[in-house]
């Protein structure tokens, strides 16, 4: 499976954005789909994911209630709603799709990655 994210830019504490992030090749096997973010001199951090058909969403705390996973099947495309963004939500924001229904918080569950796209929140 290939993953492209786009949709990061600068923003500024309060607003929103909305990710997006494409897949193309095996998207069938797709068990889960999920977002992951690193910012600079951090490691790479569980964000949200959703499961099998997608009526499974999970969040990490610090996004719950800000941050909405969905997903278009029609376009094999993956989306990330960001509210009430913080200057912490700075990072480099990951897409990630795993086959099997593991450990869906860390990174080594998935087994196809997106490049990345860069989110800033200025305070």
């Known amino acids: 499976v290939q993953l492209v994210e786009s949709g990061g830019e600068l923003v500024q504490a309060g607003g929103s954005l909305r990710l997006s992030c494409a897949a193309s090749g095996r998207t069938r096997s797709i068990y889960a789909m999920a977002w992951f973010r690193q910012a600079p001199g951090k490691e790479r951090v569980f964000v949200a994911a959703m499961r099998g058909s997608g009526a499974r969403k999970d969040y990490a705390d610090p996004v719950k209630g800000r941050f909405t996973i969905s997903r278009d099947n029609t376009k094999n495309t993956q989306y990330l709603q960001m509210n009430s963004l913080k200057p912490e939500d700075t990072a480099v924001y990951f897409c990630?799709?795993?086959?099997?229904?593991?450990?869906?918080?860390?990174?080594?569950?998935?087994?196809?990655w997106g490049q990345g796209t860069l989110v800033t929140v200025s305070s």
């Open positions: 990630a799709a795993g086959y099997y229904d593991t450990d869906y918080v860390r990174p080594e569950s998935y087994e196809s």
